[in-house]
């Protein structure tokens, strides 16, 4: 495992190695999105993050977020915010990204059946009944059975949508290629977006719930760079105001994510094949090892960083800049020829969460201490993070569930 130290290493000396059993099986034998030589992969990603593609996307993310966050505020108890960042990365990624309309229960369905699939995704290709490579496959199955038959009923009834989403470019630049995508081709990059989405935004969601909550001053700090771009009005969020221009002008916004991420990276680093043997740190790295480079310990390392453990979104600030020297110091997505390709869509997707927990909610732990960390699969509070979240009105007043208004009353 190594630190990453020069631009050089991910660049030219080491090419990107694909593991793990199920997924691999699924592209062994069928089509691969980011590996596939059809067309340049680089190209369809750029349209399906492009700019327009991302302000399209914007207000449906938004929406899904709002209507997640208003289901959490509306629950008496304590919610588990992992597991339902989990769900709302999913929904994102079905209804946004995909633009599939599912209704609720089947989505719900869904969404277990993905969990499954994921918890087994890693396992060793042992295929016994009963062990978890099996109950992966299976998973897999009924997951490519439920979107072939989203994907038929998109392709069968034009839905009138005004934006086009990744299917849609995905099938157009097929098209534009002499290339009509097989359903096998489709559903295995719909899978392949999901999740590739799925656990690492989740992740991040958490952490920046979890980093709200013990740092109240950076909170305050952000509802105040809301306010004066006009916002956050009175803790409501005003109609229209969220717009790609909006974001990109929250500076201070910009930093809190990058500290999240910096501090608390989902993937802890990538595996590479090595294409011509180099020196690393004075020790000699082979031809035709496999390496891995370590994000985390990039960033635990890099001496540009002051105070390594200290959440301090301000050294992305103006006047600190500290990820300013060196490009490899500070790397969430990676970097080189397999750079994540969905960055773009994930700081986004961060953002308009952070501006919708900002303006509209307000939360506490629900636990007597914060979690301790886990680091497998993804970066992960061991207990998920237990939150009681509250709703605000327009006038910054906590909207009461029923439970509670009944419990006032009697009072
Ligand atoms: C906070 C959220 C995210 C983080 C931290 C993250 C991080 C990463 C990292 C570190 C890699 C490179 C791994 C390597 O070096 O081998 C990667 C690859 C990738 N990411 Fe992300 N990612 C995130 C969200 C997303 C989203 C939302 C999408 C798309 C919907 C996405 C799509 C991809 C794809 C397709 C690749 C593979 C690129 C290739 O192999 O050429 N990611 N991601």
């Known amino acids: ?46 349209k399906i993050f492009s700019h327009e593609a991302l302000e399209s996307y914007l207000p449906k993310i938004q929406l899904v977020i709002q209507d997640t966050l208003r289901v959490w505020g509306r629950n008496p108890d304590p919610i588990n915010v992992y597991h339902e960042a989990q769900k709302l990365t999913f929904h994102m990624a079905i209804r946004v990204l995909l633009g599939f309309r599912i209704p609720d229960e089947e989505l719900t369905r869904l969404f277990e059946v993905y969990q499954q699939f994921v918890e087994n995704v890693f396992s060793l290709p042992v295929d016994l009944p009963f062990s978890g490579y099996r109950r992966g496959i299976r998973a897999r199955e009924i997951l490519q059975k439920g979107l072939e038959k989203a994907i038929r009923e998109k392709l069968q009834s034009p839905q009138g949508k005004d934006y086009l989403d990744a299917l849609d470019i995905l099938i157009e630049s097929g098209k534009e290629h002499g290339k009509e995508l097989t359903m ?72 809190v994510i990058k500290e999240v991420l910096r501090l608390f990276t989902p993937i802890s680093g990538g595996y590479r094949t090595v294409l011509q043997t180099f020196e690393l740190d004075g020790f000699q790295i082979p031809k035709g090892w496999s390496i891995m480079y370590s994000i985390r310990d990039t960033h635990d390392t890099a001496p540009v960083f002051k105070d390594v453990d200290v959440f301090d979104p301000d050294r992305f600030g103006q006047g600190r800049n500290e990820d300013k020297d060196g490009r490899f110091h500070y790397l969430p997505f990676g970097g080189g020829v397999r750079t994540c390709l969905g960055k773009h869509l994930a700081k986004l997707f961060l953002k308009v969460l952070a501006v919708e927990l900002a303006s509209t909610s307000r939360f506490e732990l629900a636990t007597r201490t914060f979690p301790q960390m886990t680091l497998v699969p993804v970066v992960h509070p ?6 009681k979240f509250f709703g605000l009105d327009s006038n910054q007043n906590e909207i009461l569930t029923e439970r509670e208004a009944m419990l006032g009353a009697t009072v």
């Open 1 to 46: 495992m190594t630190r990453i130290v020069e631009v050089k290493v991910l660049e030219e000396l080491v090419q990107p190695v694909h593991t793990n059993s199920i997924s691999s099986h699924a592209q062994k034998t069928s089509f691969s999105l980011t590996q596939s030589s059809l067309w340049s992969v680089s190209q369809v990603f750029s």
């Open 184 to 255: 096998q081709e489709l559903k295995d990059g719909t899978l392949e977006l999901i999740f590739a989405a799925y656990a690492t935004t989740a992740s991040a969601s958490t952490s920046l719930v979890m980093q709200l909550l013990r740092h109240p001053a950076v909170l305050e700090k952000l509802r105040e760079e809301l306010r004066s771009k006009g916002i956050l009005h009175n803790g409501c969020l005003c109609e229209g105001a969220l717009r790609l221009e909006t974001i990109g002008s929250l500076h201070y916004l910009d930093c």
């Open 382 to 387: 061991v207990d998920g993070l237990k939150v």
